[in-house]
């Protein structure tokens, strides 16, 4: 079973950047689509990015858009997030899966999970 590790998360002030790393164990993740989640004390789940295997197609959440971008290295078996022009807004834990499918912007659409790491972002 594919385990997931997210690291790179920490206390930023608003403006500044980020980048999320999320490093696969016990199997490869080149064949799948990955997707980063958040989830903010007292709410949902929310996607925030997917990328294709290949890494040639990527989607985004609108709230995200034109300042985070999803790559990956197949190579090191790892996705990142980097993740710029921060807000406070973004304060969540962010938790990378894999997708059960080709895509998916919902939760239950993905499968294995991290433990995530959290984003603080002051104002």
């Known amino acids: 079973q594919v385990q997931l590790v997210e690291s790179g998360g920490g206390l930023v002030q608003a403006g500044d950047s980020l980048r999320l790393s999320c490093a696969a164990s016990?199997?490869?993740?080149?064949?799948?689509?990955m997707g980063w989640f958040r989830q903010a004390p007292g709410k949902e789940r929310d996607f925030v990015a997917r990328?294709?295997?290949?890494?040639?197609?990527?989607y985004y959440a609108d709230s995200v858009k034109d300042r985070f971008t999803i790559s990956r290295d197949n190579a090191k078996n790892t996705v990142y997030l980097q993740m710029n022009s921060l807000k406070p807004e973004d304060t969540a834990v962010y938790y990378c899966?894999?997708?059960?499918?080709?895509?998916?912007?919902?939760?239950?659409?993905?499968?294995?999970w991290g433990q995530g790491t959290q984003v603080t972002v002051s104002s």
């Open positions: 016990g199997g490869t993740l080149s064949s799948y689509t």
């Open positions: 899966a894999v997708a059960r499918g080709h895509y998916g912007t919902n939760w239950y659409e993905y499968r294995y």
């Open positions: 990328i294709s295997w290949s890494g040639g197609s990527t």
